[in-house]
C-alpha cells in the first residue's frame, strides 16, 4: 500500500513539473526561439529522475564531439527512455516522436512548438517529410535519436528494427551510435500502477562509420546485435 502511495506521489509530482516545465519553455521559445527547448529539456529530465530516484550508470565508449551530429540509435522499453537518453547526450539532440502526443494538453502543445520531429505513423508523406526534417535537423547540426523498434517493449527484450533510422544515417553521412539502455523497463512497467526506485546501466557503444557501400539489411543487424548483446549479457 505504501508503494503505492509513493508511486502516484512521484506521479502526480512529474505531471506538476511537466507542465511547470511546458509553460515555462513555450513562453521561452516565443521569447528566444526554439533552441532554447534544448537546456529546458535537459533540466527537466534530470529533474524527473531526480523525483524518480532513478540512478543512472554510463558506459560511454564512443567518441563524441559536441560540435558534431550523430544518429544516436537505442533500445526502447520505458517511457523513461527519453528524459534517461537527454540528461546525458549531448545538447542538441532532437527525438522523433508520435504525433498523437501533441493531443495532450500543454505538454503537447509544447512539443508542437519545439524542435522535436513528428511523425505520423500510418500516413507515408507525413513519414517521408518527417525523414526529411531529420536531415535537414542533421545539417543544422543537430543530433537525432530514433528508437527503430517503433514502440516500447513490454518485456525489455528487444524488438524487430525498422529500416528508417538506416536510411537517414545512409543519407546524411553521420556516425551512427548505437545506446542499450538496461534495467528502464522496471521503472513503470507497462500496465502496473507502481513507480520502482531502480539503477539504469546505458551503454554508449562504439560509433559506427557510415559507407555508402553498405548494405542496409547488414547495417540494421550489426546495430541489433550490438544492442541486443548488452541487454544478455
Given amino acids: 500500500m505504501f508503494k503505492k502511495i509513493l508511486s502516484l506521489f512521484k506521479l ?23 533552441k532554447v527547448f534544448y537546456k529546458f529539456a535537459k533540466i527537466w529530465s534530470k529533474l524527473l529522475l531526480k523525483i524518480s530516484n532513478i540512478k543512472i550508470n554510463i558506459y560511454n ?16 522499453s520505458s517511457l523513461f527512455d527519453i528524459p534517461i537518453l537527454l540528461s546525458i547526450l ?33 500516413d507515408k508523406e507525413n513519414a517521408l517529410e518527417s525523414f526529411r526534417n531529420s536531415i535537414e535537423a542533421i545539417k543544422q547540426n543537430d543530433s537525432v535519436i530514433i528508437f527503430p523498434e517503433g514502440t516500447r ?11 528508417g533510422a538506416f536510411l537517414l544515417a545512409l543519407k546524411s553521412g553521420k556516425d551512427i551510435i548505437p545506446i542499450t539502455i538496461r534495467g ?23 560509433n559506427i562509420k ?22 544478455k549479457n
Fill in 210 to 231: 557510415i559507407d555508402n557501400n553498405l548494405d542496409t539489411n547488414q547495417l540494421i543487424n550489426q546495430v541489433y546485435n550490438i544492442i541486443n548483446g548488452k541487454l
Fill in 12 to 34: 502526480v509530482s512529474i505531471i506538476i513539473v511537466t507542465i511547470a516545465f511546458a509553460l515555462s519553455v513555450i513562453f521561452a521559445m516565443f521569447i528566444k526561439g526554439k
Fill in 153 to 163: 517493449s513490454e518485456t525489455g527484450e528487444i524488438g524487430v528494427f525498422k529500416k
Fill in 90 to 122: 549531448n545538447l542538441n539532440t532532437r527525438i522523433m516522436y508520435k504525433e498523437e502526443l501533441e493531443k495532450i494538453p500543454i505538454f503537447g502543445y509544447c512539443l508542437k512548438l519545439s524542435p522535436f520531429i513528428s511523425v505520423k505513423r500510418e
Fill in 184 to 206: 528502464a523497463n522496471q521503472i513503470l512497467p507497462k500496465g502496473k500502477f507502481i513507480m520502482n526506485s531502480t539503477i539504469v546501466n546505458v551503454y554508449i557503444h562504439n
Fill in 61 to 76: 565508449s564512443a567518441d563524441i564531439n559536441n560540435q558534431n551530429s550523430y544518429v544516436y540509435i537505442s533500445n526502447h
